[in-house]
Structure formats: C-alpha cells, structure tokens
C-alpha cells in the first residue's frame, strides 16, 4: 500500500510499573522518539497490599503517564512535527479491569471513591480472587450445562475477569450498589480518547474478552445467565449490562476528541485503534508466524503462539489461557500461556538479600548509593552463578512463587527452594532460581507439543531477553532450542504501533504491517547438547518436587 514520506503513528505500551510510548515510522518500523513514565501512584504503593496479593492501579496514573510520555516523545522527533502522526494505538496488561458506572466513568474518578481500592483498575496480578476462581471452578466442573471453560483451557484463574469482579462485589457493598458495568484498561484507553465510553456501546477487546471472560462466539457471546447466577446471585443481571459483541484490535475505534487532541499535542484526524493485551501485541511486534512461540520476558512471561485456523481445527488445548480466533492476528487462532513469576522472582531475592543493608545502613547510605548497590546485585550474582557447574549443588527450586499460570492454573501453590546446605551461597540459589523458571518455561512448551501443537520456532522479547545471558542460555539449554531474540527493546509498543498504522489505513491488514514493521533480530541463543543432556535429569527433579508440593 502506498504511503507518503512521512506516515508516523504511536504505540503505547501501558506496563505493571509505567508506561512506554514510542513513535515509529510507519513505513520501515523506524523508532523514531520514545519515553517512559513510572506511574506515581503506584511508585508510591498506594492502594496495593503485598501482604494480601492485593495490587491496584487508579485511573489518573494511566492518564497522567500518557499524556507526559506522548509529550515528551514528540518533542525528541527529528522534525519535531506532530502533524505526522496518523495512528495510535494501546496495549495493556490483563486482566485488570475496573468498575464504571453508567456513564463509563471509573468509579475511582469519582470524588467518594477516590481512595477505595476497589474502585481501582484491578491489575493482572492481583490474586485477591483465589477463592472465587476456586468457586468458579467447582461449580464449572458439577454444572451440567456448556462447558464455558473449555476455550480457557478448562481451568479459571484469580487473574481473570469474573473471579476479580465476583471478588470485588462480595468484599465492598459500595462497589456494588454503584457499579454498573465492568471495563478492561485495553478497553477503557481508546473510549477516553474517542469519547466513546458508553459501557454498553464501548468497543470490546476480542484479545480480552476471549481470554479472560469466557467469550467466544459458539456461546453467543458472554457465558450464560444462569451459569454466572449458579456461581453467585451478586451476578445476576451483570451480563446485560456488558457486552455480546468483541473487535479485533486493528478495528479502527475513532478519532481523537478535541480534547485530547489538545491535551496530547496532536490532530484530530489521528485515528484511534483498538486495544490489547501487551503480549499479544508483543508477538505481532515480533512478526511472529505460524507455530512460533514468542515469549515475553519481564516480571511475568507470557508466552504467545498463533496457528492457522484451517490446520488448527477443533482441538481443545488443556491448562493455557485460552485459545481465540483474533486475539493477536485476526482471522489466526490465538493461544496464550505463561508463568505468573519470572523476573519477580530474581527481584525478590534480591530484595531479600538487600534487607540487612537497607536496615542496618539506611541512615548512613544515601537513596544513590543504596540504588547503586541495588543494581549490582544480579549481575554479580550472574557473574558467579555462571560459573557453576550444571547439578554440582544439588539445590533445586520450583518457580511457584506468584502461584502457577499454566500449564493448569493454581495461584495457591507456592514455590520452593530444596537441597541448601550450610555451604549454599547466594549465587548457587540465584542459579537455581533460573533453573526453575527454565524449567517453568520448558512445562509450558511440553504441553503445547503434547497437545499437538508444534512449535517450530522461539521467539524472546521483553527486559530480560534483552539483559541476561545467563538466563537466555539456560533457558534455550532446558528448552534444547534455539532462541532469537528481538532487535526491538519496545516490542510490545512496536506491535501496538503496527495495529495503529493498521487501524489508520496505512497497510490494508496487520500481516503487511509486521512485514514492514518489524525490527528483525539481535541474536540467538543455541543450546548446547552437553548442557541438554545434563539439564534432562534436573528437570525431572523439578516436575517431581512439584508433583510433592502440589499433593501434600
């Protein structure tokens, strides 16, 4: 399709701890300006109890992080000329919905709920609803009607749609006198600048609803009225005031209100497209094919595999997070998995080992120094753990720490550390940490197989991929298969700026976007044999350390 010289359009990337928003050229992908916002609320732990698994987000912090981050990104353009700008489009983390009313507003933007928690933005990895997932699947498993499960996988999860909801009304009776309806934050952030926010007339992400509510199209939509009321009564009538119909993410959604087109500093003919969730848009990003697993690396992993529908069939993939035609190239099945942990839990060692410093010398250490020792923990560690022989320590971990994503979600497991002796250092443990998250890796890739699914390629993406070669070559080792890593340090934003210029009619279909589009590739990781053989036994240790933990 023929562009002009000058077509930009932005992708933004609204993350657990900030937002990314980067402006690329259209026509190759060039990344043009990007910036990146810490949200400030959620820097300062407002509205979020650890303790509790309790992790929310208020609406003003993606408001804010936006309109800083597209400000500061124009001006870093080489022509400095917004009037370039054609597209924007939004990926987000998910599940993390919120509760509006009937006018589409947050209940948190409103004055008497302004610092109630639930009326946050519920984010992904907020397990605050085991309980109700629990419910939601005992009473799936005795209820003699459509299994609503079975495009989710068979198995529901605190980070989804309807546990986070179900939780949410049974906790606040204020939440549930004034809630009218429910809104995911991929759904939420193109209606603000559209000024089409009407929940019942606001456009519904496919990617979400498919993988997180149950949605498909052979239901008609939404699960039944008497399936939800069977869970709970508190859901009586919620399902009316949601939505019946889903938009694929390249579906242009409007254009920029006037409003915004002021506050953001760009035109009103910007085009608005739809939203995702940030995985998904990452492997689009990616320009993932057919078979490939592309897999995002950051706090969490959520690994995305699309296959053609035709070949796809009617298989029915147990334990992932569902399978949806549409949720990341329209017209392809998409599948979802992924680990709850994965650079979180590198993090909370280090914070573990950070605990005596930041006690014992935080009054003769300045917040520079305390930062700058804090930086040089892991690579440290990694320097060390490197040169560990694979199973000489015999310690071995289970990577459960934030629960269990896939295969067969769990979020009331937890993870493990066994075989320390008084020997064991920080480095030996560190190494074994990455073991277990390998290990974690390689259980989602055996049931992709198992289930028929081949994978022909891995594809990494996301901070970790791009910092830690000890991670990578581990992994690729446990995996035995190469893995090539995006050039792109803003994969998930590169995506959504595919689906923009999408969206804005730039390219007739997503598929010429990511032709166009894509970064390519830095490296690749190979495996390499001795260490796979060596890594066979180990991992038969992890699967039964979690066969122990899961049945005592």
Request: net charge negative.
């Amino acid at each position: 399709m023929y562009m002009s010289d000058k077509n930009y359009v932005i992708g933004m990337d609204f993350g657990s701890d900030s937002v990314r928003a980067l402006i690329v050229d259209a026509h190759d992908g060039t990344e043009l300006a990007t910036s990146t916002f810490l949200y400030t609320r959620w820097k300062e732990g407002l509205y979020c109890n650890p303790s509790k698994n309790q992790f929310r987000q208020h609406p003003l912090d993606y408001l804010e992080a936006m309109q800083t981050t597209i400000k500061e990104a124009i001006k870093s353009l080489p022509d400095k000329d917004p009037e370039n700008i054609k597209g924007i489009a939004f990926d987000t983390t998910g599940s993390t919905l919120v509760a509006v009313d009937q006018e589409g507003i947050p209940l948190s933007m409103k004055k008497e709920f302004e610092e109630n928690p639930n009326a946050m933005f519920i984010l992904w990895k907020d397990h605050t609803a085991i309980q109700e997932a629990d419910e939601i699947n005992e009473f799936t498993q005795n209820w003699n009607g459509i299994n609503f499960l079975k495009y989710e996988g068979g198995i529901y999860s605190s980070e989804w749609f309807w546990a986070k909801i179900l939780h949410v009304l049974r906790e606040d009776e204020s939440i549930r006198k004034a809630a009218f309806s429910w809104v995911e934050h991929c759904d939420w952030m193109p209606a603000v600048l559209t000024d089409k926010i009407d929940p019942l007339k606001m456009s519904r992400s496919r990617c979400a609803a498919g993988h997180k509510a149950m949605w498909h199209e052979e239901f008609g939509g939404l699960p039944s009225e008497d399936y939800l009321t069977g869970i709970d009564p508190l859901l009586t009538g919620l399902k009316e005031r949601l939505f019946t119909d889903t938009d694929t993410a390249e579906k242009p959604i409007g254009t920029l209100t006037a409003e915004w087109a002021e506050k953001l500093g760009l035109s009103e003919d910007v085009v608005v497209g739809g939203g995702a969730f940030d995985c998904h848009m990452g492997s689009v990003g990616a320009a993932a094919g057919a078979y490939t697993l592309s897999k995002v690396m950051g706090t969490s992993t959520c690994d995305i595999l699309v296959a053609p529908i035709d070949e796809f069939g009617d298989k029915l993939i147990k334990g992932i997070c569902g399978q949806v035609d549409g949720s990341v190239i329209p017209g392809m099945i998409g599948l979802e998995a992924g680990q709850s942990a994965f650079g979180d839990i590198y993090a909370w060692f280090k914070q573990v080992l950070l605990w005596p410093t930041k006690q014992l010398l935080k009054d003769q250490l300045s917040e520079d120094q305390l930062e700058l020792l804090s930086d040089k923990i892991i690579p440290s560690l990694e320097e060390e753990a490197a040169k560990l022989e694979i199973g000489e320590s015999k310690v071995c971990s289970l990577d459960w720490m934030n629960g269990r994503r896939t295969p067969d979600a769990n979020q009331n497991l937890k993870g493990a550390i066994t075989g320390i002796n008084l020997g064991t250092d920080a480095p030996t443990i560190y190494r074994s940490l990455v073991e277990a998250t390998a290990f974690g890796s390689k259980a989602i890739l055996d049931r992709f197989v198992d289930e028929g699914i081949p994978i022909k390629n891995i594809i990494a993406l996301g901070g970790i991929s791009k910092k830690s070669k000890l991670v990578m070559q581990i992994t690729a080792d446990i995996l035995n298969k190469p893995i090539k890593v995006v050039t792109s340090e803003q994969t998930c934003a590169l995506g959504a700026a595919m689906f923009a210029a999408t969206a804005a009619g730039l390219y007739a279909k997503v598929e010429d976007a990511m032709d166009s589009m894509n970064s390519g590739f830095d490296k690749e990781y190979f495996p390499i044999p001795a260490n796979v053989v060596k890594y066979q036994s180990l991992y038969e240790e992890y699967k039964s350390l979690g066969v122990f933990l899961e049945n005592k």
